[in-house]
Every structure is written in structure tokens, then in C-alpha cells.
């Protein structure tokens, strides 16, 4: 395949010679892409989301992954439960910006289980939203994990949005020597 027209647009979409190396060398499936029907309709779907430039140059060398979502099958459906769960636009976009990987997380045997975990776990809704928007990379941890680390918070009645963010940041050993 010829990679010029690739490199080219992922240098036009903000993409250093580094982070397109990276990109590249991260998914190779990346070259298949055809420039018309995916990867200029997803850069178009993620400004429309609330993303910069360097927000989606950063989205995209971190997380080449994404190129190969359905924008229709992945990505939108994600969007609206995001909103739905209560987060704003822009919340939206800084969550994906800051940790695109949420973008390839299955919604029904990830995000939502994780979601409902928190919910019977004592947080509301808008603590649920605000702990997504922060920290979305605490939905990459292990379920075990979460339930783990919520189920000690909870029994010990420290349980917040701000001790949970502490807490799935920590260490094993941290936490262990923390909350026992």
C-alpha cells in the first residue's frame, strides 16, 4: 500500500512524524484504512464531539485503535450513554481526549456493569458522572478491582467520588496499607 496519502492526512490532521511512526507501529491495521470512509468521517466525528486539533492528533497517536471503530456501531452508541449518564459535551470530549481507550470498551460487558456496580454501591448519578468525566480511566481497571476496592471504601463508610478516585489510582500494596 501506498503510505503517503496516510501519512500525509495524519500530518494534516496534526500528527507529528513521531506520533505517526508510533501510530503506525501500535496498529499496523492503520494502513488499511480507507482515508474516505473511516478515517476522515471519524476526525469529522470527533470534532463534532467537542475535540480540538491537538486534542484529536493526541486521541488518535495514543489510540490508533480508534480509527477502526464503527462510528455507527461503537462510537455514537457510546457518545449518547455517556450523556445519558449524565455527562455534557464537553465533559464528553475531555473523557475521550484524556483516555481514548474508553472508546473501544464494550458498553454492555464493561462501562455499564461498572456503572450500576457504583449506583449499588451508594453513589448518585451525578457523583457517577462527575467520577467518568475526572477519571475515566478508572472504567479500564479490572471489574475485580473496582468491586474490590469499592466493596473496602464502602464497608469502612469512606466511600466518595473523591475517595474512589484516590483509591483506584493507588497501588495494590498503597491501598492495602491504606484501608486495610
Not at 481507550?101 to 457504583?118: D, F, I, Q, W
Request: glycine share 6%; with cysteine.
Amino acid at each position: 500500500a501506498n503510505l503517503k496519502p496516510l501519512v500525509k492526512w495524519l500530518s494534516d490532521t496534526g500528527l507529528d512524524k513521531s506520533q505517526i511512526a508510533k501510530a503506525i507501529v501500535r496498529h499496523p491495521q492503520l494502513c488499511g484504512y480507507s482515508l474516505e470512509a473511516n478515517l476522515k468521517p471519524l476526525v469529522q466525528w470527533l470534532s463534532d464531539t467537542g475535540l480540538d486539533k491537538s486534542q484529536i492528533a493526541k486521541t488518535i497517536a495514543s489510540f490508533p485503535q480508534l480509527c477502526g471503530l464503527s462510528l455507527e456501531a461503537n462510537l455514537k452508541p457510546l457518545v449518547k450513554w455517556l450523556s445519558d449518564t449524565g455527562l455534557d459535551k464537553s465533559q464528553i470530549a475531555k473523557a475521550i481526549a484524556s483516555f481514548p481507550a474508553l472508546c473501544g470498551y464494550s458498553l454492555e460487558a464493561n462501562l455499564k456493569p461498572k456503572v450500576r456496580l457504583l449506583g449499588e454501591r451508594g453513589l448518585s448519578q451525578p457523583e457517577i458522572a462527575r467520577t467518568l468525566a475526572k477519571l475515566p480511566k478508572l472504567f479500564g481497571h479490572s471489574s475485580e478491582r473496582l468491586t474490590h476496592r469499592t466493596s473496602v471504601l464502602d464497608a469502612q463508610g469512606v466511600l466518595t467520588e473523591t475517595s474512589l478516585r484516590t483509591a483506584m489510582q493507588m497501588t495494590h500494596a498503597k491501598f492495602a496499607a491504606r484501608f486495610g
